[in-house]
């Protein structure tokens, strides 16, 4: 099982400002894969769900997906693409309200996100400085003689 996915997920939930966060299955006594696995954030008003899936973790991940399609980034405010093909946008609400419109989200330009282990990173986010590993370096070796 993909824990990284399931905290990644969790995390992205968290940060959208969902006011709970609920998987499960809707099928007993049937393989698990067709138990109809579900996952959904619960907002003010609003509930976005993601089913019929074959286990928990794609649940989580589509649910994920689902909510940063169409979404502006909190941090640079442009459209979230997902992949390097681009973004989705369409006329609706944010996950908070605010309704944002096609035009709105392509004048605003894209911020592309990817899962990265157990996060979801925005493009605009810079990496934090490699942490030393204490590895020792490779120094180049001179020949001599
Ligand atoms: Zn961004």
Redesign the pocket.
């Known amino acids: 099982m993909d824990d990284d996915a399931l905290k990644a997920a969790v995390d992205l939930v968290g940060r959208t400002g969902a006011t709970g966060f609920e998987i499960g299955y809707l099928r007993d006594g049937v393989p698990v894969e067709e138990a109809g696995w579900y996952a959904h954030a619960q907002y003010r008003g609003a509930r976005i769900t993601s089913e019929e899936h074959r286990g928990p973790i794609e649940a989580v991940e589509a649910l994920a997906r689902k909510l940063l399609t169409g979404a502006k980034?909190t941090?640079?405010k442009?459209l979230v693409a997902l992949s390097d093909d681009g973004a989705i946008a369409y006329n609706g609400l944010l996950a908070d309200g605010t309704r944002w419109t096609v035009e709105q989200a392509r004048a605003a330009g894209q911020?592309r996100w990817r899962r990265i282990g157990p996060r979801w990173v925005?493009?605009?986010?810079r990496p934090a400085p490699p942490r030393p590993t204490g590895k020792p370096r490779r120094a180049k070796r001179r020949r001599r003689g």
């Open positions: 980034c941090h640079c442009k911020c925005r493009g605009c986010e």
